[in-house]
């Protein structure tokens, strides 16, 4: 069989990540990792869960969670997150929510509600690696995001128009970028906005950080600001994607879109022709456990991550030679570091694997044109105080 033939065009765009096919290298226990950006599961409320579960699963309750349910998602959740919502400055209702299987399937849905082939989105330079392999399945073209930018927006629909298509979207991550770990200021959300005002375009805020910040004010959500000057949330043009991936687990697949109530009901039929919802018990046990335990939990979460985040920047400090500089983030997972210009990191990552036995993400996968080849990716999530002190000397020392 020549599959070629059969396949359709955007499968022409989808490519095993050079990052997973690295990744699958590095279970071998002599390796100190700062590449996954991955949850410690040390820290998953796995007797909550196992708790929850089995409570949904007894009796007649268990039908329930055996059953087929609504795309838009079990009821009792999407109250528990419009409430929570409310508590991070966005005042909505039910309707405004919808629960998708992760953040991630919110991406690829959102993709399917907003690309068209030859459409241009605009995103980070760098960006979430999944956020791009999300769009890419609707052949879209990526230019930049910069709120700062002083390009005419009739210059900007101009050349969309000229490549095949229209601007539609703005994705970001704005709170503790992955991977570059900053924060879009106040003032840069109301600069993002203004600018997709003025093009016209939904803003798709990619939420997962949000919770774990460290320390400084946080900064209300876009979404949140988009309130405040539209009225009202059936107003806005942003689009918020949340998960509980970060703050209770991933491996339940369990996300939210908050937005006006025509994505709503839009994403609802795309999940419908897609999986049909997300798995219930997950979505059961995750309100119980929601419910009962979020914010202890998720301030138990910020005190661990936040002391490995202060451990990896002051061996950063200790280490680094001359001429190499990296993020302080205030949150998230991720610091980000930039090597002197003409350095390859994918190149430094192979002889940091075969010759010191540390690993980081090379930073040029997450950049669309395949640019930033002096940059990695560090995340601290998962690696104890030793680990990190060992693992960033070793890096220093390869470098120098
Ligand atoms: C910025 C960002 N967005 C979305 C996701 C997807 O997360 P999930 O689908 O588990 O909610 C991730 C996962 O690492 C991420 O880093």
Redesign the pocket.
């Known amino acids: 069989m020549d599959w070629q033939t059969v396949l359709a065009r955007r499968t022409g765009r989808m490519k095993a990540s050079e990052i997973r096919e690295l990744l699958k290298l590095l279970d071998q226990p002599d390796i100190i990792s700062f590449a996954g950006?991955i949850p410690d599961p040390a820290l998953f409320p796995a007797e909550a869960f196992a708790t929850a579960m089995s409570e949904a699963m007894t009796g007649p309750r268990a039908a329930q969670a055996l059953q087929y349910s609504v795309s838009e998602g079990y009821a009792p959740l999407r109250a528990w997150l419009a409430d929570h919502m409310a508590t991070i400055g966005v005042p909505c209702g039910t309707e405004n929510i919808v629960i998708t299987s992760?953040?991630?399937?919110a991406?690829d849905y959102l993709g399917k509600l907003l690309l068209t082939p030859g459409d241009t989105a605009m995103v980070g330079w760098p960006t979430?690696l999944?956020?791009l392999g999300a769009f890419n399945a609707c052949e879209p073209r990526y230019i930049p995001l910069d709120p700062w930018s002083n390009t005419a927006p009739e210059d900007l629909r101009a050349e969309a128009e000229a490549a095949g298509g229209a601007v539609k979207m703005a994705y970001l991550?704005p709170d503790f970028?992955?991977p570059t770990g900053e924060t879009l200021d106040a003032e840069g959300r109301v600069r993002l906005l203004d600018r997709a005002e003025a093009l016209g375009i939904a803003v798709i805020e990619?939420a997962?950080?949000q919770a774990l910040r460290y320390d400084g004010d946080p900064v209300p959500p876009i979404l949140a600001t988009d309130i405040a000057r539209s009225g009202g949330i059936e107003n806005t043009r942003t689009i918020y994607?949340g998960?509980f991936?970060k703050t209770l687990a991933?491996g339940l697949?369990v996300?939210w879109v908050c937005a006006a109530s025509p994505v709503i009901e839009r994403l609802v039929l795309i999940k419908q022709a897609a999986d049909l919802h997300s798995p219930t018990l997950n979505q059961i046990a995750t309100e119980r456990v929601a419910r009962a335990m979020f914010d202890d939990h998720v301030a138990g979460l910020r005190r661990v991550y936040g002391a490995r985040r202060d451990r990896m920047l002051a061996a950063l400090s200790r280490e680094m030679p001359e001429g190499i500089t990296w993020t302080r983030p205030e949150g998230g997972m991720f610091v980000w570091v930039t090597l002197p210009e003409g350095t390859d990191s994918a190149q430094l990552l192979e002889r940091a694997v075969r010759e010191a036995r540390v690993a980081f993400v090379p930073g040029g996968a997450f950049f669309p044109d395949g640019s930033g080849r002096n940059t990695l990716r560090l995340s601290f999530s998962c690696a104890d105080d030793a680990r990190i002190d060992e693992g960033i000397a070793r890096l220093g020392r390869l470098l120098r």
């Open positions: 950006g992760g953040s991630q399937q991406l979430y999944g956020a991550s970028a992955n990619d997962a950080y994607c998960s991936s991933p697949r996300g």
